[in-house]
């Protein structure tokens, strides 16, 4: 039974450049989230989809960053025109069920993302 | 709202000796909480969560915590370290749709 699964584990990229981060979830889940993570700091969510829907984007930049969940394939997590300032390991986490007390959420192993 | 404050960034012991890691936290709501260990450049793993069942929550790799409402605390211990202890340990409050993170703190286990 595979955990949560990302791809690519380290991303280089120029500003000015796209970066797109994927996430399969575990097997039966149909929540994930996306947490960004700056050096020598804790993670930060950004947003909460289940399938084919944003349930909360409430800690995403409102400028390049976006984010899918299709109904099938994995969830995406882009960013448009790189900044050196977007250098950062993104997690992905998700759960079998809608985030309430007590939930747990089961993270990747992170996508380490260098702007050069 | 809710906020998570680790009281250490860094920790240091000797391999044998007990480990205590400071959290305390602010929520609006019930809180559920959990602490989760982050070893380098690998993925978070959860150690333990609270549920508002039992106060006193025992973990994976003999941690244990006690959640304190009066004082508004989840302090992570065990007993006796181990060198593959060493990690980024994360207090986290949970409710509605997100989790809160708080700054890490970095255990160290000297030989």
């Known amino acids: 039974n595979a955990g949560v699964m990302q791809n690519p584990r380290h991303l280089v990229r120029r500003r000015g450049q796209e970066a797109r981060l994927r996430c399969s979830p575990m097997?039966?889940?149909?929540?994930v989230y996306w947490y960004r993570q700056l050096p020598e700091e804790g993670l930060k969510f950004m947003v909460y989809?289940?399938?084919?829907?944003?349930?909360?984007e409430s800690g995403m930049p409102k400028e390049r960053f976006s984010a899918e969940f299709p109904k099938e394939g994995p969830s995406i997590l882009r960013i448009q025109q790189v900044v050196r300032g977007d250098s950062a390991a993104y997690f992905c986490?998700?759960?079998?069920?809608?985030?309430?007390?007590?939930?747990?959420?089961?993270f990747g192993p992170g996508t380490r993302l260098t702007v050069l | 709202a809710q906020s998570v404050t680790q009281l250490d960034s860094h920790v240091s012991v000797s391999e044998g000796t007990p480990v205590l890691l400071r959290c305390n936290y602010s929520?609006?709501?019930?809180?559920?909480l959990f602490w989760y260990v982050q070893h380098p450049n690998k993925g978070l793993q959860l150690l333990l969560k609270y549920t508002s069942a039992a106060t006193l929550v025992k973990g994976i790799n003999g941690f244990e915590a006690e959640f304190k409402k009066s004082e508004t605390s989840f302090h992570l211990t065990k007993p006796s370290a181990h060198m593959s202890d060493a990690a980024e340990y994360f207090c986290v409050v949970g409710a509605g749709n997100m989790l809160t993170f708080g700054g890490g703190t970095r255990l160290m286990v000297k030989p």
């Open positions: 097997k039966g889940h149909s929540h």
């Open positions: 929520s609006s709501y019930s809180p559920s």
């Open positions: 989809l289940q399938k084919e829907n944003i349930i909360d």
């Open positions: 986490a998700s759960s079998h069920q809608r985030r309430l007390a007590g939930v747990e959420q089961f």
